[in-house]
T-cell receptor, first 113, second 110 residues
């Protein structure tokens, strides 16, 4: 079974802090994704990556950056956290081949005070 | 981006069938997906259907696709309390990106 592991289930940070959310997958997937989930809005794509050192903006990249130095690890960075970034963050991965389903981690509930 | 729409809430009695509906707009979508999210957890892939299929059945789950109307439905037979969750439909593009609906909260009552 695919295992996508997010480093923290719950995280509390302060406004203005630099925040790192880590995600690791163990199935040698090429694609990795970061979403945020807010009630009534579903999942919105922040950034995704098709390969090491590659990144593409999703629908809501403002205020975020990402890093993919190794194939198995995809990090989401909040450069200067703000209260409107309080949310559930979900990481996913998938194979490169056509329309393979995405597999999700358990999520990180991030609160910015 | 493209829109995927779902009703937000469904209440169903234990033992009845549940039907969750979804409409999408991107006619080029190759695959359409159903995910389940239990409280405090990530999304679990339930099933998916290729766009050239009309129906797919997997145990208690039946997916129906009307490509002309861009309408997708998920039927859960003999709904159990463990089926209480949020269900998301999603359409996929050829790059592997998914566009999700807002999710349907399913509540199963005894």
């Amino acid at each position: 079974d695919v295992k996508v592991t997010q480093s923290s289930r719950y995280l509390v940070k302060r406004t203005g802090e630099k925040v790192f959310l880590e995600c690791v997958q163990d199935m040698d997937h090429e694609n990795m994704f970061w979403y945020r989930q807010d009630p009534g809005l579903g999942l919105r794509l922040i950034y995704f990556s098709y390969d090491v050192k590659m990144k593409e903006k999703g629908d809501i990249p403002e205020g975020y950056s990402v890093s993919r130095e190794k194939k198995e690890r995809f990090s989401l960075i909040l450069e200067s956290a703000s209260t409107n970034q309080t949310s559930m963050y979900l990481c996913a991965s998938s194979l490169w081949t056509d329309n393979q389903p995405q597999h999700f981690g358990d999520g990180t509930r991030l609160s910015i005070l | 981006g493209e829109d995927v729409e779902q009703s937000l809430f469904l209440s169903v009695r234990e033992g009845d069938s549940s039907v969750i509906n979804c409409t999408y707009t991107d006619s080029s979508s190759t695959y359409l997906y159903w995910y389940k999210q239990e409280p405090g957890a990530g999304l679990q892939l339930l099933t998916y259907i290729f766009s050239n299929m009309d129906m797919k059945q997997d145990q208690r789950l039946t997916v129906l696709l009307n490509k002309k109307d861009k309408h997708l439905s998920l039927r859960i037979a003999d709904t159990q309390t463990g089926d209480s969750a949020i269900y998301f439909c999603a359409e996929g593009d050829s790059w592997g990106k998914l566009q999700f609906g807002a999710g349907t909260q399913v509540v199963v009552t005894p």
